[in-house]
């Protein structure tokens, strides 16, 4: 069983910068693909971004695409998301979830193992 625990979100002023991390406990986090989703009140859940088991390979959605990065320390079964230039549309409740697989995939159905989500603010 792979259990994810995000942490790191907070409130910050548009144009800052934020980084949230998901720690893993299982011992098959490496063999993952991990991903990065968020939520807005009222809104679905959204892919943001994701990375390959052995962070060779990263995927973006194009509102995210230049200002942040995600990136995995699979020695410490670790994923981060540095986010940087935030608006306050970034604000969302931000999931950590993780895949089975080798391919990228940008729909929540198609990851087994979700985060209990950290929550971030961007005012104005």
């Known amino acids: 069983q792979v259990q994810l625990v995000e942490s790191g979100g907070g409130l910050v002023q548009a144009g800052g910068s934020l980084r949230v991390s998901c720690a893993s406990s299982g011992r098959t986090f490496s063999s993952l693909l991990a991903g990065w989703f968020r939520q807005a009140p009222g809104k679905e859940r959204e892919f943001v971004a994701a990375?390959?088991?052995?962070?060779?390979?990263?995927s973006y959605a194009d509102s995210v695409n230049g200002r942040f990065t995600i990136s995995r320390d699979n020695a410490v079964n670790t994923v981060s998301l540095q986010l940087n230039s935030l608006k306050p549309e970034d604000t969302a409740v931000y999931y950590c979830?993780?895949?089975?697989?080798?391919?990228?995939?940008?729909?929540?159905?198609?990851?087994?193992?979700w985060g209990q989500g950290t929550q971030v603010t961007v005012s104005s």
């Open positions: 979830a993780a895949r089975r697989g080798t391919l990228m995939k940008t729909t929540p159905h198609e990851y087994d193992y």
């Open positions: 990375i390959s088991a052995r962070g060779g390979t990263k």
